[in-house]
Nanobody, 117 residues
Framework: QVQLVETGGGLVQAGGSLRLSCTASGVSAIGFSVNAMGWYRQAPGKQRELVGSVSSSGSTNYADSVKGRFTISRNNAKKMVYLQMTNVKPDDTAVYYC????????WGQGTQVTVSS
């Protein structure tokens, strides 16, 4: 069974930066590499939303709310996905998760990002 572990969250001031990491285990590097992966977030009282995604070839797409501020990348050999967050805003406060875009793996516990104003 594939497990996803997200790390790197914390408390940051508005305008600051954070880098989140997601590590997959229980899947081969080849199996991991063929899946488009995404970063999702869930703020208190809101539904989980897709922040952005990275295809197997490295192409990326972002939600309008983070475009120009967040960057997703991946290292297939390490079975990792990254989310570089810059110029963060209080509205970015949420628990952040990674998962595949199509057939979902089991959700990890996520990592909390709190942005203070």
């Amino acid at each position: 069974q594939v497990q996803l572990v997200e790390t790197g969250g914390g408390l940051v001031q508005a305008g600051g930066s954070l880098r989140l990491s997601c590590t997959a285990s229980g899947v081969s590097a080849i199996g991991f590499s063929v899946n488009a992966m995404g970063w999702y977030r869930q703020a208190p009282g809101k539904q989980r939303e897709l922040v952005g995604s990275v295809s197997s070839s490295g192409s990326t797409n972002y939600a309008d709310s983070v475009k120009g501020r967040f960057t997703i990348s991946r290292n297939n050999a390490k079975k990792m996905v990254y989310l570089q967050m810059t110029n963060v805003k209080p509205d970015d406060t949420a628990v952040y998760y990674c998962n595949a875009i199509s057939i979902k793996y089991s959700w990890g516990q996520g990592t909390q990002v709190t942005v203070s104003s």
